[in-house]
């Protein structure tokens, strides 16, 4: 168990390192005034951060996901693991039911997290930043707002997360199983690969809207007075306000970062097991058992 838990840290810390920059395009993106948008598209916005505050500015608000991440993986996979064999038999809804329980469980941490991660990233640079670093950020946060402060947008990342990990999950067992993912099979690591980082994909498309709102949320009342009462009123003035494009706004950044992140994450992963699992002791001549293997293997789609 403690293996897992060290090969999903692994793994999650290098999905964090290559998908970063694209989520703070994607922050930008979403957040930014329809009146006067300072970026033309994913492209334009990754331009111009790269010019205007160097490749640094790509991986502003690293610290609080990277803080955060023992923390999330440890829910994920203990609340994921644990309900699916509550539930009595590995089957496609009790794959979703299980990731779903793991997705809301982690909000705990994920809400506080994030919301820190979107202040650092719209924050300006040079000596007239507000936050020097994600603790610094949610001390600040909660000196202001208390608690509640803390926790802001955290019905909205209920509400992306526990669908979100639900087809996660579903939609990895199910790759996995048409793919033939076997213990022994040359291709092994590359189908995990593909089934994850897919998995990635159709994920953020399930909920991808309500992460537009959380942003929105998270971010509100940093530059200027707070515009939203909540998640309805949100919804209500980012549609008047800019129609329905608005809630696919930084979605091409998100997808191109779903599938390197997935991909980082499950190869990190899969490198520590089998490492690590390989050099574990056996009796002189004894075979190596099939039947172990299969979880073993199996065990990146608990991420």
Known sequence: MALDFLAGCAGGVAG??????????????????????????????????????????????LGSPLMGLTFINALVFGVQGNTLRALGH?????????????????CVICCPMELAKTRLQLQDTGPGRAYKGSLDCLAQIYGNEG????NRG?????????????????????????????PGDRLLVPKLLLAGGTSGIVSWLSTYPLDVVKSRLQADGLRGAP????????VRQSYRAEGWRVFTRGLASTLLRAFPVNAATFATVTVVLTY???????????????????PALAQPSSL
Do not use: W
């Not at 390192?17 to 930014?32: A, S, Y």
């Not at 209920?158 to 993912?181: H, I, K």
């Not at 515009?227 to 949100?234: A, M, N, S």
């Open 154 to 182: 955290m019905v909205s990342t209920l509400l992306r997360e526990t669908p979100s990990f639900g087809v996660y999950f579903l939609t990895y067992d199910v790759l996995t199983r048409a793919l033939g993912c076997e």
């Open 16 to 61: 964090v390192l290559v998908g970063h920059p694209f989520d703070t395009v994607k922050v930008r993106l979403q957040v930014q005034s329809v009146d006067k948008p300072q970026y033309r598209g994913t492209l334009h916005c990754f331009k111009s951060i790269i010019k205007q505050e160097s490749v640094l500015g790509l991986y502003k608000g």
């Open 90 to 106: 590995d089957s496609p809804l009790n794959q979703f039911l299980a990731g779903a329980a793991a997705g809301a469980i982690q």
């Open 276 to 294: 690590a699992r390989g050099e574990e002791a056996r009796p002189e001549g004894e075979a190596v058992p099939t039947t172990p293997a299969g």
């Open 227 to 234: 515009r939203y009462r909540g998640i309805l009123d949100c």
């Open 147 to 150: 608690l509640r402060g803390v």
